[in-house]
């Protein structure tokens, strides 16, 4: 329900306000079938096929990769079950990350951050010898080079063994892997 209108079709040609009108009548089959993909540990394969475009992003140089960025349309069942899976996921994540982690959390804000270090400097300008010591690392593009299957180990040591939702996750994770 919180899918924006008027995007563009997945590639089986759903819209996702298909979805949100037909919600009352779809939502006991939708979550029978999103909990058999839970169950059998696999993603429909159909569900992984998208449409993918590289618009220009409008400046630099025209030659340089730089200046495109690619838009995949995605399944729209299929962002639907991602999205429930990231919930879950960052459910139980959550709890489990230390406070000074303000990236990639809901409630949480570059304000916020900003705000604790303003906080530690001035209690250390309250000190008479007192030091502080930051360090400002620019992470852009990390994700561009980062191998991936380090989050996916991450997770794996992260969860209970044999957590339901670790086999869903490396389903997901071999095929981005064949991207």
């Not at 979805?19 to 569900?47: M, S």
């Not at 991450?154 to 981005?176: A, N």
Request: glycine share 4%.
């Amino acid at each position: 329900m919180s899918t924006r209108n008027s995007k563009a079709c997945d590639p089986d040609d759903i819209y996702s306000e298909h979805l949100k009108t037909a919600f009352p009548v779809l939502v006991i089959p939708l979550t029978a079938l999103l909990n058999e993909c839970l169950k059998r540990e696999i993603v429909p394969d159909q569900w992984k096929h998208s449409n993918v475009t590289i618009p220009s992003i409008g400046k630099g140089n025209k030659a340089g990769t730089n200046s495109y960025r690619s838009i995949a349309l995605q399944n729209t069942l299929f962002k639907t079950f991602t999205t429930l899976l990231c919930k879950r996921l960052r459910d139980i994540i959550d709890e489990k990350l230390p406070d000074s982690q303000f990236g990639f959390r809901c409630g949480r804000s570059t304000a916020q951050a900003v705000h604790c270090l303003q906080t530690y400097i001035e209690m250390a300008l309250a000190n008479r010898w007192g030091k502080l010591h930051a360090i400002f690392v620019d992470f852009s593009k990390s994700f561009d080079t980062i191998s991936r299957s380090i989050p996916v180990k991450k997770l794996e040591t992260s969860l209970v063994p044999r957590h339901y939702l670790l086999p869903v996750v490396r389903d997901l994770h071999f095929f981005f892997m064949d991207c």
